[in-house]
């Protein structure tokens, strides 16, 4: 019998209690936020007409997103290239590229006003001058790739992918990443979000997101337990993908630190953000343990071969990525545009209950599809533990 066609163990893992919880908080977040919406409407949410329009719920959408396609890039490195190093983790990026665009997905669903018809009509209306116009079509013809792989890889536990489902799914996984990057470095009128570098930046991030979702949750799979992480899965964390996981920490960094100084040196409106930004404690977590920490333990080939060392900088560098995206997201808000007497200084957001609980239906969605992905597929292709 093909091993691929056999369930994996289930001793020792909490993926039927982490699928109980996370339905019980989806539940009660989403039900929390759909009922906010149908009585109160958007003014549930902090955003204003006066310069901040995107706010938290966008901040998840796009994290989710990037983290999807950068799964998806991460995968192709055996789907597509056929490098046989990462075989062992090519089905759980796929399966956790799907539940993070359903997280992802479901958060924007959630901000839009009316979200069936801005996906019926956006990719039809002909704005090709648009980014998002783009971005949309992007995401039709990635959620196909996925599914494609799905229904004919992953359900069948077929040994190998359809090589033209692999080589859509990476496509679109990376036109999709370099669409969103220019959604924001092409609005000339935004300076802290405006650049060409935008696209290469959100290509790291996307894949550095990648990477400590697969190890979190290989990790999550085995129930944190190291030794029942299969063997080929072990020496690739300590080996290629260990080393991967350092090169991207140290390019986001570059990125981050070029334009905090770049920012901190202009006199262009729109660049005072970054004073604002510097001056909060919180900023200079994120900077120095946010980053600091995950390169550390990275960087160093002694600490980086400790999957418990490696896990504890996957978790701190997720949070910081996420931490990252809101300060980008929002910071390129802060300066009205087209502002007069009404706007004095930086604006200011702070998220509402609701959109936290957007945030929080997000995760929850994300962990239901993952929890019966890990419950019904054989995601580590056959290897023993």
């Given at each position: 019998m093909n091993t691929l066609a056999q369930p994996r163990p289930a001793s020792?893992?909490?993926?039927?209690?982490?699928?109980?919880?996370?339905?019980?908080?989806?539940v009660?977040?989403?039900?929390?936020?759909?009922?906010?919406?149908?009585?109160?409407?958007?003014t549930a949410y902090s955003g204003d007409s006066r310069g901040i329009f995107w706010g938290l719920p966008i901040v998840t959408y796009d994290f989710f997103l990037l983290s999807s396609t950068g799964l998806a890039m991460l995968a192709s490195a055996w789907t597509v290239f056929r490098l046989p190093a990462f075989e062992p983790i090519a089905r759980r990026s796929i399966l956790l590229?799907?539940?993070?665009?359903?997280?992802?997905?479901?958060?924007?669903?959630?901000?839009?006003?009316?979200?069936?018809?801005?996906?019926?009509?956006?990719?039809?209306?002909?704005?090709?001058?648009?980014?998002?116009?783009?971005?949309?079509?992007?995401?039709?013809?990635?959620?196909?790739?996925?599914?494609?792989?799905?229904?004919?890889?992953?359900l069948p536990k077929a040994a190998q992918p359809p090589k033209a489902a692999a080589v859509l799914a990476f496509v679109a996984a990376v036109y999709i990443t370099f669409v969103a990057g220019g959604v924001y470095g092409w609005m000339a009128m935004r300076p802290f979000w405006f650049g060409g570098e935008m696209s290469l930046a959100f290509m790291v991030e996307a894949l550095l997101?990648?990477?400590?979702?697969?190890?979190?949750?290989?990790h999550l799979a085995a129930g944190f337990n190291t030794q029942r992480i299969p063997e080929k899965t072990r020496a690739l964390f300590s080996g290629p993908l260990g080393g991967l996981f350092a090169v991207l920490m140290i390019a986001h960094a570059f990125f981050v630190i070029s334009r905090l100084i770049a920012g901190l040196w202009s006199n262009a409106d729109g660049m005072q953000v970054w004073h604002y930004l510097w001056s909060r404690p919180m900023f200079q977590v994120e900077l120095w343990i946010g980053l600091g920490l995950p390169i550390v333990l990275t960087?160093?080939?002694?600490?980086?071969?400790s999957l418990s060392l490696q896990l504890l900088a996957a978790v701190v560098?997720?949070?910081?990525?996420?931490?990252?995206?809101?300060?980008f997201?929002?910071?390129?808000?802060?300066?009205?545009l087209f502002k007069g007497s009404w706007s004095h200084g930086l604006l200011s957001y702070t998220p509402s209950l609701t959109e936290w609980?957007?945030?929080?239906?997000?995760?929850?969605?994300?962990?239901?599809?993952?929890?019966?992905?890990?419950?019904?597929l054989a995601l580590d292709g056959g290897e023993s533990r």
């Open positions: 020792g893992s909490p993926m039927g209690l982490i699928l109980i919880l996370a339905v019980v908080g989806l009660a977040a989403g039900g929390f936020v759909l009922s906010q919406l149908m009585t109160v409407g958007h590229a799907m539940a993070a665009l359903a997280g992802g997905v479901a958060a924007l669903f959630m901000e839009l006003g009316a979200p069936m018809k801005a996906m019926l009509l956006i990719p039809f209306s002909g704005t090709t001058s648009a980014p998002l116009f783009w971005k949309v079509w992007g995401v039709i013809f990635y959620s196909l790739g996925l599914a494609w792989l799905l229904f004919t890889w992953l997101g990648a990477v400590t979702f697969i190890i979190i949750f290989t960087v160093v080939p002694g600490l980086r071969k560098a997720l949070v910081a990525l996420f931490v990252a995206r809101y300060d997201v929002i910071g390129g808000q802060m300066v009205a609980a957007v945030l929080a239906t997000a995760v929850f969605l994300a962990n239901v599809v993952n929890a019966l992905g890990e419950k019904q």
